[in-house]
C-alpha cells in the first residue's frame, strides 16, 4: 500500500527537484520558447507551464514581486527582459486577473510614466534598472515564468495517457486492498460473537446440569 502511494507520488517530486528552483515560498522556473520569430504564445507557455505540473506564474503580492526580482537579477537576465505571467484582462478588463491562481491582481506596479492599460491585454513584467515592473503585454514576451503549486488536477493534467492509466490501476490496486482489509478485520470480529454465543449457550447447559445434580443430589438426602 505504501509503495503505491509513493509511485503517485513520484511524478511530483520528479518535477520539483528538476527543473523549479525555490524562490522565496514558492517554487518557480523560467523557460524561453525558443522559438525564431520571438512571437510568444501565452497558451503555448501555460500549456507548458501545465505539463511541468505548474501555473503561470500568478505574482499575488510585492513580496512575491520581489523574491522573483531578486532571482531573475541574480541569473544575470539583461535589461529590459521580459517575462510572462498568467495575468490577463481579456475576461475583466480593465481590471487584470491572475489566471494561474483564479483571483483578481490586487496592486499596481506599472513602469513609471506608464498608465494601467485599459485595453484587453496580457500582464508580462519587465526588468527595468533593475526592478521588476508590471507591464502591458499582447502575447510577446522573452521568457514565460511557471510557479508550482500542489494541486490534484494539476498533476492529473500534466501526466500522459500511459501514466493516466498506471496511477488509475495503482489507485483501484489500493482501493482493493483497503477492502480486503476492511474484510480482513470484520471477519475475525462476527467469529468472536459466534464464539461468545457458542458460550453462553454452552454454559447455559452446563448449569442446567449442575440444577440437575443438584435436585438429584438433594433427593438422596431427603
Ligand atoms: C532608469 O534609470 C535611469 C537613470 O537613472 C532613469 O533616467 C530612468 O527614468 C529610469 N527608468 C525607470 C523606468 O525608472
Redesign the pocket.
Known sequence: MKSSIFFIFLPLSCFCDSVFDRIGNGYYFIESEHIDEHYFDWFFARQDCWRHTSNLVSVETVEELKDLEKYVLSKGYSEGTTFATSGHSFRTAPDFWWDGSDEAVTFDLW???TQKPTRKSYLSLQL??S?L?MQESLGQADYYICEYKFSATRVWMSLNENTRTIVLMALMLLWVFILCYLIGTTKPRREKLDDQEKLITESRDSQDLKEVIFQKNNSFKI
Do not use: A, K, S
Open positions: 513602469v513609471p510614466g527595468i534598472n526592478t515592473y
